[in-house]
């Protein structure tokens, strides 16, 4: 898998957009970028994955720039439940397991 | 996708004995892995819990402290023997569905104290 940075921590007050950006630089042609969420006292939980441009799903929105070094987590209007630690992972292993970076611990602010 | 149950949830032992956690899963799977995450840190892979065979361990983790068993295509156990205070963390069983890109599925975990 790729090596990922992201930013050890941010706040944000509730009903804020939040973006937590990853950089990728080395990324490969057949990479995908997946962000897993993980909430206090629970595994991690898959919540978005992309290839290029912008996805966007129930729980959040991913903006991919053309040269897919980097990528941002976008999360419209958060809410104290989304209290969590978000992780960037960038590769393309069908069969082998997830290698988890430090991740971005969000503290969201009433 | 998949549900993942871990047994037990909890558990505060003591230092030199050993715990069986317990990963049961909802349907068949061909990868299972076992992590570990301390206070505050991120996740660390401990093996790759191959069925019919000896599970693959990363590097620091030997089958001797961290035995595994998968029986079958939905279950196995984590087995942290002769325990010290520094084994106590959450452990975590995941599972990875056939044909799936980096989605992998999570147990709730096991939070394991060793006094």
């Known amino acids: 898998l790729a090596k990922t940075t992201q930013p050890i921590s941010m706040d944000s007050y509730e009903g804020q957009e939040v973006n937590i950006t990853c950089s990728h630089n080395?990324?490969?042609?057949?990479?995908?970028i997946t962000w897993y969420q993980q909430f206090p006292s629970q595994g991690p939980r898959f919540i978005i994955q992309?290839?290029?441009t912008k996805v966007t799903n129930e729980v959040a929105s991913l903006f991919i720039p053309a040269d897919r070094k980097s990528s941002t987590l976008s999360l419209p209007r958060v809410s104290l439940s989304d209290t969590a630690v978000y992780y960037c992972l960038v590769g393309d292993e069908g069969n082998t397991p997830l290698v988890f970076g430090k991740g971005t611990r969000l503290s969201v602010i009433a | 996708s998949a549900v993942i149950s871990q047994k037990p949830s909890r558990d505060i032992c003591q230092r030199g004995t050993s715990l069986t956690i317990q990963c049961q899963v909802d349907s068949q799977v061909t990868m299972m892995f076992w992590y570990r995450q301390q206070p505050g840190q991120s996740l660390t892979l401990i093996a790759t819990a191959n069925q019919g065979s000896e599970a693959t361990y990363e590097s620091g983790f030997v089958i001797d402290k961290f035995p595994i068993s998968r029986p079958n295509l939905t279950f196995s156990t984590l087995t942290v023997s002769n325990m010290s205070p520094e084994d106590s963390s959450i452990y975590l069983c995941?599972?990875?569905?056939?044909?799936?890109?980096?989605?992998?599925?999570f147990g709730p975990g096991t939070r394991l104290t060793v006094t």
């Open positions: 080395n990324i490969a042609t057949n990479d995908y």
């Open positions: 992309g290839y290029k």
């Open positions: 995941s599972v990875l569905l056939q044909g799936a890109r980096l989605e992998q599925y």
